[in-house]
């Protein structure tokens, strides 16, 4: 199983690579491509900050925060429980570390994370395939632990009755 979320995770970052090279050849230095008008276009952003733009220029504060995080993430890999939870859980972080080394190789290799995708209907700030990665398996893990802290009160629940 573990084989599989390595394979998974490679597929991504390599998808992210992809992506953000197509954008530096064909979107940097040009207009937007508008995909659809006024809603959705591609847009080359080279980022310097973090979300939103924030804590410009430190790049190397974020490589460093990045390594600390996924080796706290692969630290505790393999103290998930072998359940069907467990291996939801593998699959959120397989997305929060897909995305956290896609960017993390624009950060060291360029000095930034190139984004490209841009919401203009509501002027949501310029993403890229790994932020994509990052906020899908943080959502998905929180709700699953929601879920799981749920399930485990009313089973406490039913035992006291």
């Known amino acids: ?4 979320f390595l394979f998974l995770a490679i597929i991504l970052i390599a998808l992210d690579q992809f992506v953000k090279r197509w954008a530096i ?5 040009s207009p937007d491509i508008e995909l659809i008008p006024n809603i959705f ?3 080359y952003v080279e980022n310097r900050g973090a979300a939103f733009g924030m804590l410009q220029n430190r790049q190397w504060f ?3 925060i990045t390594v600390i995080v996924l080796g706290g993430i692969l630290f505790f890999w393999h103290k998930i429980p072998k ?12 997305l929060i570390i897909s995305g956290a080394v896609g960017n993390l190789i624009d950060r060291v290799f360029l000095g930034y994370v190139v984004d490209m995708f841009y919401f203009k209907l509501i002027n949501f700030p310029v993403f890229n395939v790994a932020d994509i990665c990052v906020v899908s398996g943080t959502i998905l893990l929180a709700i699953a632990m929601i879920l799981e802290d749920i399930i485990i009160a009313k089973n406490k629940v039913n035992e006291e009755e």
């Open 1 to 4: 199983m573990t084989l599989l």
């Open 83 to 94: 359940t069907k939870l467990g291996t939801f859980y593998k699959f959120c972080l397989t």
């Open 25 to 29: 050849n064909a979107l940097a230095n």
């Open 41 to 43: 276009h591609f847009s």
């Open 62 to 64: 974020f490589v460093i």
